[in-house]
């Protein structure tokens, strides 16, 4: 775990070379609610449970529950 | 640490800050509220303020800046969440409460200023203020010192302090907590004995405004007159003798404490109700407050000089 | 006198206080309000605020959807009804942080679905494939549990949940744990996860039911992922699912045609699937709006690979609400067992499907969204209404890859839904 999380940094480190410092108080844009991974979290959960019904590619954003609500 | 201290806006101003960029941060938040009085002060007669002030009675107004036009978006907000209490169109009553004067307005005085008075009868839509009725006038001063201890604390931030506090004459703005993380202590004046700690608030973001009814006011024939006006009566209010609110922005505290002084009474009940957090004092002395019941009883009535690192309300 | 006097005043201060504390219940977002507005005037308040207010506010949201599948063309079906699935689902989801380290939330999903889905598929006379439907006659329901524990420190975010998804026919129990971690001052987020999934279907016995036993699946999967803050107005984020399946993976509801005969619906009994999604989100300040900009590639053992494109804009109008129009984009190949039915002689031990669900296709969805935020105009912290669209268009048409031979069972299908959430 330890050896996984030293090379994720270090990928984190290289990717982050062509980021900016951007500054905890110059996060404000960030923080807009139109800039959420999930916009909305009711519409998001909603909208993978029909994907995941009708296609056969898992979400990848994580869906909570399971079931099946196939047909 | 880089302390300056500086007169602006009527107040005593410091400001306490860390780091290698403090001394060019402190220029620039100085700047900054230069740039603030010299836009928005109405004694000055080359104001923005002076120049809406002068447009009054004439229906087509005056085109104003993003950012007034935000300030102007916040007094209508703060006049709506006070029940038409904070009223940037009240300042005009000071020319009947001249305090210094010490001398009690007559009723036909106060009642010949009520018809001037009201943000209701402000014609504003962004871009564009009018104030349709001549001699009305809008004062930026209840909300702009606050206003600027945010905008310089956000100023010393965008230089790369990350540790300070911005004092503007009792209105503070947290900038960052000390650089060992402890936050800053912060004296809320005895309202009775002003020169007394009442109790000392933590802070390390966000900030603090203080409404004090010692601040201002005039005795005659023992009766006590604030500078805490109503803007739908025209007399003082009474009831609260201090208020001080910490929330994220100063200018927001310095709503609530205005709001809450013009309750007269149920300020303090009204401030517990909306979940500020505050400490109050009344008439009577008692103490009150989300604030106060956290404080330590210990540190009350001691010098406040001596252990201050802020005081709340230099006045 | 003098004491008739102090208790007039005494009485007098009471009312004071009882009508202050009214009107602020009444007005009890002021704090919000006020903050909300001073947002615009004061650079990096926006972050402090929502910091505070996501550690503060209890909230509860509420969403309704309406989604109705196109019913399906009389040319591609042989026999049964042509109406297809319609589904109306209510969600209800409450956020309550207990002090300032530990986090509660509690959803509640309860979706009816009533209609009639496909069955089987045989040639026509032409050698097409053609669909056989199940009556309209079912009606179904499924109920969703949700719980989970956050535990939030400085730095990270350490969760448990358990839920259990139920219908008359299928049983599903979950948990799960996750971690997310915050390095390089807040600008990266590392996340890893674990869940466990145990499934039990008791297929209904009614005329349409080709094998009414109880089967049993076990699923595993462990997912991680990073963002990172690019610049001051964009971040991305990258992760990846992998998720073991274990045990009935078939569809007991539906059948195979081979040659004329009707066989059961047969999958092989494990499959690993692998979802690498990325994640892109860049605002533009001129704008008012921001972009966004989702890929997900899918890839498993039943020989399926999936693409999945979502691009979408978010545009902020009048500091009131937000509309975003989005498009998405679907594209998967089909698994190793799939045909849209089968030359006589399939024996038992053979896996196959028709299922138009593994079969090759591309889809085509098209979303608008409008957000209301009604903080302001109704005095509740955090207040919105959401409301969204959307209509998905399938066929072997859209697919990235040539499809010979399209399933006929392919779906189309539109989703209405509103979602109001407030704080308190």
């Known amino acids: 775990m330890q050896g996984l999380k030293l090379a994720l940094l270090l990928a984190a480190c290289a990717g982050a070379s062509a980021c900016q410092h951007v500054e905890p108080w110059e996060r404000n844009l960030l923080a807009r609610p139109d800039m959420a991974w999930e916009v909305d979290d009711l519409a998001a959960t909603q909208e993978n449970h029909t994907y995941f019904s009708k296609e056969a590619a898992m979400p990848g954003g994580g869906v909570g529950g399971g079931g099946c609500g196939c047909n | 640490m880089h302390s300056v201290r500086f007169k602006a806006m009527g107040s005593p101003c410091e400001l306490r800050l860390y780091g290698a960029n403090a001394e060019l941060a402190a220029r620039a938040a100085q700047a900054e509220v230069a740039r603030l009085e010299a836009k928005y002060s109405r004694y000055r007669a080359d104001s923005l303020a002076t120049r809406i002030n002068e447009s009054s009675g004439d229906a087509t107004g005056v085109e104003v800046d993003l950012e007034t036009a935000r300030l102007l978006d916040y007094a209508g907000t703060a006049w709506r969440e006070s029940g038409g209490r904070f009223d940037v169109t009240s300042g005009i009553l000071r020319r009947a409460w001249n305090l210094k004067a010490g001398r009690v307005p007559s009723r036909a005085e106060i009642d010949a200023l009520l018809p001037l008075i009201g943000w209701e009868k402000v014609a504003w839509l962004a871009p564009r203020i009018a104030l349709p009725i001549a001699g009305m006038q809008i004062d930026f001063g209840g909300y702009v010192k606050e206003y600027a201890a945010d905008l310089a604390a956000a100023k010393c931030r965008e230089l790369g302090v990350r540790h300070g506090l911005i004092d503007l004459g009792g209105d503070l703005a947290v900038v960052g907590p000390h650089p060992d993380g402890r936050p800053w202590r912060i004296g809320v004046r005895d309202p009775r004995a002003p020169e007394r700690a009442l109790l000392y608030l933590a802070l390390s973001s966000g900030g603090v405004a203080t409404s004090g009814d010692y601040e201002r006011c005039m005795v005659v024939d023992g009766v006590r007159y604030g500078h805490i006006l109503d803007p739908r009566t025209g007399w003082p209010v009474r009831g609260l003798a201090s208020v001080s609110v910490a929330a994220d922005a100063c200018l927001v505290a310095g709503t609530l404490t205005t709001s809450a002084m013009l309750r007269g009474e149920g300020g303090g009940a009204w401030l517990d109700a909306l979940g500020a957090a505050s400490v109050w004092v009344d008439e009577m002395g008692r103490v009150g407050g989300s604030l106060a019941r956290g404080a330590l009883p210990s540190e009350q009535r001691a010098p406040l000089r001596a252990n201050a690192q802020s005081t709340a309300a230099r006045a | ?424």
């Open chain 3, 1 to 424: 006198m003098h004491e008739k006097q102090q208790r007039r005043a005494r009485t007098r201060r009471r009312a004071e206080r009882r009508n202050a504390v009214r009107e602020a219940r009444r007005g009890r977002g002021t704090l919000a309000v006020l903050t909300t507005s001073a947002l615009a005037l004061i650079p990096g308040l926006a972050e402090r605020a929502t910091a505070q207010s996501q550690e503060n506010g209890w909230s509860l949201q509420y969403g309704y959807s309406m989604y109705s599948e196109g019913s399906i063309a009389a040319s591609k079906v042989s026999a049964g009804s042509r109406q297809r699935y319609d589904i109306d689902t209510h969600q209800f989801r409450l956020d309550a942080p207990i002090g300032s380290h530990i986090s509660l939330g509690f959803d509640v999903a309860y979706e009816k679905m009533t209609g009639a889905s496909p069955w089987l598929i045989e040639p026509n006379l032409a050698g097409d494939p053609v669909v056989v439907m199940t009556g309209a006659s079912i009606v179904d329901a499924r109920t969703d549990f949700l719980g989970s524990v956050t535990f939030v420190g400085e730095k990270s975010r350490t969760s448990l949940t358990g839920g259990a998804s139920l219908e008359d026919d299928y049983t599903s129990i979950n948990f799960g744990f996750g971690r997310e971690k915050d390095f390089n001052e807040k600008a990266s987020t590392f996340s890893w996860g674990v869940s466990f999934s145990t499934d039990e279907s008791d297929p209904r016995a009614t005329s349409f039911t080709p094998s009414p036993v109880k089967h049993k699946k076990k699923s595993g999967s462990f997912s991680m992922g990073l963002g990172q803050v690019i610049d001051r107005v964009s971040v991305a984020q990258t992760s990846i699912v992998l998720l073991y399946a274990d045990g009935f993976l078939a569809d007991p509801y539906k059948l195979v045609s081979s040659g004329g005969v009707n066989l059961v619906d047969r999958r092989p009994g494990t499959r690993t699937q692998v979802a690498w999604l990325t994640r892109y989100r860049r605002h533009i300040e001129r704008a008012h709006g921001s972009f966004h900009a989702d890929y997900q590639l899918n890839w498993d053992t039943w020989g399926l690979l999936a693409n999945t494109v979502e691009l979408g804009w978010h545009q902020e109008l009048f500091r009131l609400f937000t509309l975003a129009p989005s498009v998405r984009y679907y594209s998967q190949s089909s698994a190793d067992f799939y045909a849209p039915y089968f030359a006589a002689g399939l024996t038992a031990a053979q896996d196959a499907s028709s299922d138009y669900r593994l079969s090759p296709y591309g889809a085509i969805a098209f979303k608008l969204r409008a957000d209301v935020n009604v903080a302001e105009l109704i005095k509740l912290p955090h207040a919105r209404i959401g409301l969204q669209y959307e209509h998905y268009q399938s066929g072997g048409e859209f697919a990235l890859s040539k499809v010979g031979t399209e399933n006929p069972a392919l779906v189309d299908f539109s989703v209405m839904m509103v979602t109001l959430k407030t704080g308190f």
